[in-house]
Structure formats: C-alpha cells, structure tokens
C-alpha cells in the first residue's frame, strides 16, 4: 500500500482536505474537537498525531484505526484530514482562500435536544451562500434518558445495544433534526442510508462526551472528500506554497509569528514570503518553521519543534521578521522564482476581497 501511496504523491499530489466545525454556542464544537484530537491520539500512539497550531491533521492510518471495520484504507488516496482547531463561522467566514471558504467541508454541530437555533440557521446560511459540502453531527447523544455510553464505538453498534425505548427517543430527536434540514431547503437522512452525500446531507449521531459515533463522523467525512473533492484536492506539491494566516501571535525567542494553513504548494525555511497585513502586504522571509511537539509530549510543557519545509495541506507557525502588522484571515503566498512585484500584487487583490467580504458579514 506504501508504493500505492508513492505513485499518487508523484502524479502531482492530492492534499488533505480542511474541515471547519461549525454550530450553535454550547451545543458542542470545541468538545468534539477535543474528542477527536484526544481519540486520535490513542488510537496512533503517541507521535502518530500531531496537534499543529490553528489545526489539527488526523492521518488516515490513524482514522482507520479508530474506525476500525467502517474503514477499509486501501479505498482512500487522500491522506487524512485537516481540522481548523477555531471552531465557529466567524472564524469560518474570516478564513479564506483565493476569496472562497478555506475549509473545504464542514461539520454542522447539532445539540440533540436543542435542534436548529440562531446560530445553527446561520451557520447553514453560510455554507449554503460558499457551497461548502457538509454533514450534521446529531450530538450529546449520551443524554438521551436510559443511554449506556458505549465509550467511542461506532454509533450503530452503540444504538443497537441500548433498550428499544431508548433507541425510539433518540430516532425521534433525530428525525426533528433532519425535518429542520429539510425546512430549509436540505434532503437529509442518517447518514447510512445516504448514497448520495453531493445532494443529501448525512445525520451522524455522536457523543463528544462519550465519543460514540466519531468513528463514524472520521468515516463519512473521509468517505465524501475521496468522492466528491478528490479533483480539487489535486494540487503541485512541490509549488510555491499558498496559505491563509489563522492567528497572529507571540513565540518566545522569535517574537511575533503567524500560525497558517498552507492549502497549497510548499512553503520552506529561507522562503521568501508576501503576507497581508493592517497596511498592505508584507514582505519578509521565513526564519523558522514550527510545529507543536506530538500530543502525547506537549501536556507539561509547550515546544515547538523546527521542521525544513511544508506542503500543503497542513498547520503550522511561520518565525519571520516584520509580522506585527499581519492579520488574521489574511493570504500568505512563497515567492520562490516568481517577480516579488506580482505576488504583491496576487495578495493586495485578496485583501481586497477580503475587505468587501467581512464587511458584508457584519
Ligand atoms: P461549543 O460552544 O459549541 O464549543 O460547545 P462546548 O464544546 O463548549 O460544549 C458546551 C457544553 O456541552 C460543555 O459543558 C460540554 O461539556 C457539553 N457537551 C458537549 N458535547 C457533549 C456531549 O456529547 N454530551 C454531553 N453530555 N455533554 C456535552
């Protein structure tokens, strides 16, 4: 499977697409992140995963282990998945790329008992009006009355062991959420029913409480970008590479950093680089490239580890001189053999874009 993986990277190379979690307050974005960054990291051992700064990439190994039988790797080429660590649709909305969304699909988080709220209405606004592709996590499914948590099993083997009153309250909350979708314009259905996830949106019941049903969530959420994004996850690895800053902020013993999404290409130390900034763009070039030491080592003490280079898509913290002006949501682009004149120019016409589309979010 390894040569299979090789012969993919050379033939130009298909990125790990970049999820965005978005949802109602309270009803259990940061959790389930929480959840899938701890599950992953159990599942992988320690050093499998890497908690990046801004993000989170779970490899496909580790998201076959822990789905185990829903998963079988050799029917997937895309290499894991990358999770934007903000979670909300203001920071959805401010994260772009080339003027579209940065993620290339969502998790809509929906509290069981809740349903549809304000920010859940906004939320599906905002993916409707970008096209983003998306599926409904169905969550805190552990607070069904009479629930007994089956810790982080997939959720139909969890569903079936639970009593048939339980499992008829749970199909009720369930069937609400998909009539809500459905009010709004979306043909829904739980997720192993949908064949077609380009035209339905699939309900996954979860727990980030218990982890019931995040096998499931990796599992679909793997499933639809091999289906439906494999072409625009084709990208020249070994490009000038093409991210977007999530946050701007302060590293010991380098001063002020950005820690970036590279969508696109290869950004490497020495790289001279073109960032938007409060007052236009920024040239600079990169002194340090950093990420998070694994998981695993990183809960007593915060280190950063110094890697040569890296290709899209992944997280990570670009050490530069001159980065105190730079802004959230704003393009990074290498220059690398281009005229620097013509990369500013590529990065004032997205910070224009960016500009008009802030606005219009209010
Ligand atoms: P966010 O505002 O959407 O990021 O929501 P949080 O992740 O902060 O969750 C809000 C509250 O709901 C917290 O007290 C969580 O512990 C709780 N919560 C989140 N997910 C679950 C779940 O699956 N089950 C239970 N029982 N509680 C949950």
């Known amino acids: 499977p ?24 309270d009803h259990g974005k940061t959790s389930l992140l929480d959840k899938i960054r701890g599950s992953a990291v159990t599942a992988g051992e320690s050093g499998a ?17 822990m789905a185990g039988d829903l998963v079988d790797p050799t029917d997937f080429d895309l290499p894991g998945l990358l999770f934007i660590d903000t979670p909300g649709h203001h920071s959805f909305s401010t994260l772009r790329s080339r003027g579209g969304a940065l993620a290339d699909i969502a998790i809509l988080v929906v509290d069981v008992n809740d349903g549809f709220q304000p920010q859940t209405m906004e939320a599906i606004d905002i993916l409707k009006r970008t096209q983003t ?13 009479g629930w007994n948590p089956n810790e982080g099993e997939p959720v139909r083997v969890s569903k ?21 979708l459905s009010d709004n314009g979306f043909s829904a259905d739980m997720y192993w029913r949908v064949q077609d996830f380009q ?3 699939g ?27 494999k072409e625009e996850m084709s990208i020249d690895v070994g490009g000038p590479g093409v991210g977007t800053v999530l946050e701007v902020t302060d590293a010991r013993g380098f001063g002020t950093t950005v820690d970036a999404v590279v969508y696109d290409g290869t950004i490497s130390e020495d790289d001279e680089i073109v960032v938007g900034g409060l007052d236009g763009p920024i ?7 950093l990420k998070p030491q694994p998981l695993a080592e990183i809960r007593t003490e915060k280190q950063f580890e110094r890697v040569e280079s890296v290709a899209a898509a992944d997280g990570v913290k670009i050490a530069a001189p001159d980065l105190d002006d730079a802004m959230a949501g704003a393009p990074v682009r290498v220059v690398r053999d281009r005229d620097v004149d013509e990369v500013i120019l590529e990065v004032e016409e997205e910070l224009a874009g960016f500009e008009v589309s802030t606005a219009e979010e209010g």
Do not use: C, W
Request: no cysteine; proline share 5%.
């Open 203 to 229: 309900v996954v019941p979860v727990s980030a409480e218990t982890g019931e049903g995040v096998p499931d969530l990796l599992t679909v959420m793997m499933g639809l970008s091999q289906r439906y994004l």
């Open 283 to 289: 040239v600079t070039e990169v002194r340090a490239l």
């Open 160 to 180: 079936e062991k639970q009593s048939d009153r339980v499992q008829g309250d749970l199909d009720e909350k369930l069937y609400e959420i998909i009539g809500q």
């Open 2 to 25: 390894d040569s299979h993986a090789d012969d993919d990277a050379d033939a130009g190379g298909l990125r790990t697409p970049i999820v965005a979690v978005l949802g109602h307050v």
């Open 49 to 65: 995963i890497t908690q990046h700064i801004g993000s989170t990439a779970v490899p496909l190994d580790v998201i076959s282990s």
């Open 133 to 145: 592709p998306f599926i409904v996590a169905a969550n805190k499914i552990d607070t069904v009355p």
């Open 199 to 201: 035209n339905n949106i």
